[in-house]
């Protein structure tokens, strides 16, 4: 896993690249939080592919878990990827209604990201 630093005004931003899955549970979710948070930077961009599948089934609670922990300790999060193919209407629905709070996002591209994190 590599972390690359963005900076965007004065918020500093984690960029978290890596070729494979980094989390698989909440647990995985706090840590990663943690290790954040501690290099004091203010927000994260995740990728898609580094989130468990299961993540985006809402029945599972990993979602819901990992995400009130980023809101708990007021870390903005970004996740990268391509959500069309994902045909739940409950996902759907939860991924427009964290777009609205802009504390969670999800997001198309890295560009994207950055810009709604930088706000």
Same mark, same amino acid.
């Given at each position: 896993? $590599?972390? &690359? =630093?963005?900076?965007?005004?004065?918020? /500093?931003?984690?960029?978290?690249? !890596?070729?494979?899955?980094?989390?698989? !549970?909440? $647990?995985?979710?706090?840590?990663?939080?943690?290790?954040?948070?501690? $290099?004091?930077f203010d927000k994260v961009i995740m990728?898609?592919?580094?989130?468990t599948p299961e993540f985006f089934d809402?029945?599972? /609670?990993?979602?819901?878990?990992?995400? $009130?922990? *980023?809101?708990?300790? +007021?870390?903005?999060?970004?996740?990268?990827?391509?959500?069309? /193919?994902?045909? !739940?209407? =409950?996902? +759907?629905? *939860?991924?427009?209604?964290?777009?609205?709070? &802009?504390?969670?996002?999800?997001?198309?591209?890295?560009?994207?990201?950055?810009? +709604?994190?930088? /706000?």
């Amino acid at each position: 896993m $590599q972390i &690359k =630093s963005h900076g965007i005004n004065t918020i /500093k931003i984690a960029e978290i690249i !890596s070729d494979t899955i980094i989390i698989k !549970s909440a $647990q995985d979710g706090l840590d990663l939080l943690g290790d954040i948070y501690y $290099q004091g930077f203010d927000k994260v961009i995740m990728y898609e592919k580094n989130i468990t599948p299961e993540f985006f089934d809402l029945k599972t /609670k990993i979602a819901g878990d990992i995400l $009130q922990k *980023f809101s708990n300790y +007021r870390v903005g999060l970004a996740i990268v990827g391509d959500f069309e /193919k994902y045909e !739940s209407k =409950s996902i +759907r629905d *939860f991924i427009f209604e964290s777009n609205k709070t &802009k504390h969670i996002n999800f997001a198309d591209t890295l560009e994207d990201a950055l810009e +709604r994190l930088g /706000k």
